[in-house]
């Protein structure tokens, strides 16, 4: 018989629908598992096992079809639940215990979800990797000499190890679907404005928004259906722009069916081609080749798309990355230096923006989105590399030169933030691995509110490939 941690988060709910598992049985059983493995992983900052019993208390109170319903997640470490650390992945915010809730949290918490403590995050979810100076190096479970990669690194180490059934992560430029792909995972970046807790409306350029990390197609739309949180079948949204919503019910649906036959396009090059001489890896061509055979075995359409009209996009992104960053809790010199020296660098250029530079390149990039939108159209989903690199080791990352750190990051995921730029939906999926064994995958965007077709693309692959057949050695 399968151990708890090797069934999928649908057959974990499906368990505890059928008593054959208690909510505290199962919590317990994870919390052995981080108890024994994560100390070589780092994928978590804290784990709150003093308080299971009261939460568990106040699961077993909520309707057993809940949609969660006693199934373990961990919250990142940018998320405040009441009582426990924020530490937001810095020394300046260390000591910091949150005081209230985060609304995603009381989405999750209604929907069932039974918090076992804080995954890692790097400084202000800042970065692609998830290495703090001062702490320990979120590792990859497939190779512990290589990164999680990051923002959402912690969530995803503790997925791909089965420290978790499934996590929720934050993703402002790829950081759910950049750890994601680098841990072998299934990671969702779902439209800006479908998630009524984390719509990204209210973001500086609308970039960041929460998405699920899966081992399993069906179970990150398990988890995304929770995220958004239906009201008697409907979206609750709290803003008047929001995304398509074809109202046809849960996603988990079309993630299991896996119906329908698409027109897709590989997009050739990325948005930041004017800006380095970007080369993809080998192992990446080898992902997108994998797909590419499958999709064309199973009769979709396929094309090629080069993408115009992106030459001022990476001044743009670039821009908006430091300005994200002048709003860093920092003001004092003594503050200031409790920063690491990358992030200190990035809140004093965010902080001499001047306004008139940001509503430029606002604007400018509301028009990037219009056109991308307009040469997408044509098209139910986009196939891109996830990563251009294999998963990168631990230490690769300058810490001295913030221009050869964010190229770097650059280099490592060129297909990913644009996607944020534009509001659009995507998914990665871990459809190869190397001669090494370490994961590499694709990415699918979709056009606006085209979570369906991503995930009903992504279950056609996944019951041709297998992937959730593979487990990392130190899962084991």
């Not at 209230?100 to 918490?109: A, I, K, R, S, Y």
């Not at 503790?158 to 679907?177: I, T, Y």
């Not at 001044?315 to 003001?331: E, K, L, M, N, R």
């Not at 990665?428 to 994961?439: A, C, D, K, M, R």
Request: hydrophobic fraction near 45%; aromatic fraction near 6%.
């Amino acid at each position: 018989m399968a151990e708890l941690h090797e069934l999928t988060a649908l057959e974990q709910w499906q368990a505890l629908q059928r008593d054959e598992v208690s909510p505290t049985e199962l919590a317990r059983h994870y919390l052995d598992r981080i108890e024994r493995l994560d100390d070589a992983i780092g994928a978590f900052t804290s784990v709150a096992a003093g308080s299971l019993a009261e939460r568990v208390e106040a699961v077993e109170a909520l309707p057993r079809t809940a949609a969660l319903w006693g199934l373990p997640i961990g919250d990142k470490d940018l998320v405040s639940r009441a009582g426990q650390p924020v530490r937001f992945g810095s020394r300046l915010t260390a000591e910091v215990v949150a005081t209230t809730d985060d609304e995603l949290v009381g989405v999750l918490d209604r929907a069932g979800a039974v918090s076992l403590g804080k995954t890692a995050t790097p400084e202000f979810g800042l970065y692609g990797y998830t290495e703090p100076l001062d702490g320990v190096p979120t590792r990859n479970p497939w190779a512990l000499d290589r990164g999680a990669a990051g923002s959402s690194g912690g969530a995803a180490a503790a997925v791909a190890a089965r420290l978790l059934p499934f996590a929720p992560g934050s993703d402002g430029g790829g950081s759910v679907r950049i750890p994601a792909a680098a841990c072998g995972l299934v990671g969702l970046k779902p439209t800006r404005g479908l998630v009524p807790a984390g719509s990204g409306v209210d973001r500086l350029a609308g970039l960041v928004v929460p998405g699920p990390i899966a081992r399993t197609v069906a179970d990150a739309a398990l988890l995304l259906d929770a995220m958004i949180e239906r009201v008697h079948g409907r979206i609750d949204h709290h803003f008047t722009l929001r995304a398509p919503d074809a109202d046809d019910g849960p996603l988990l649906g079309h993630a299991v069916r896996g119906e329908g036959r698409f027109q897709l396009a590989v997009l050739d090059g990325s948005p930041w081609d004017s800006a380095f001489e970007l080369a993809v890896d080998p192992e990446a061509r080898a992902a997108v080749d994998v797909a590419t055979r499958a999709f064309t075995a199973m009769g979709h359409g396929l094309e090629e798309l080069t993408l115009r009209d992106a030459e001022r996009y990476p001044t743009d992104f670039t821009t908006i990355w430091q300005a994200s960053a002048a709003g860093v809790p920092a003001s004092s010199e003594a503050e200031l230096a409790l920063l690491e020296p990358i992030t200190r660098s990035l809140v004093e250029r965010g902080r001499a923006l001047p306004a008139t530079r940001l509503m430029e390149t606002l604007a400018s990039l509301h028009r990037f989105e219009r056109s991308v939108l307009a040469q997408f159209a044509p098209f139910d989903a986009i196939i891109t590399p996830a990563l251009a690199q294999t998963p990168r080791p631990i230490g690769w990352y300058d810490q001295d030169s913030p221009e050869l750190n964010f190229e770097q990051q650059v280099r490592y995921a060129p297909h990913t933030s644009f996607v944020n730029a534009t509001g659009l939906p995507a998914i990665t999926l871990p459809v190869h691995e190397t001669s090494e064994g370490l994961p590499m995958g694709v990415q699918l965007i979709g056009r606006p509110g085209g979570e369906a077709t991503l995930l009903a693309l992504g279950a056609q692959l996944e019951r041709r490939l297998r992937w959730q057949d593979r487990v990392p050695s130190v899962a084991r």
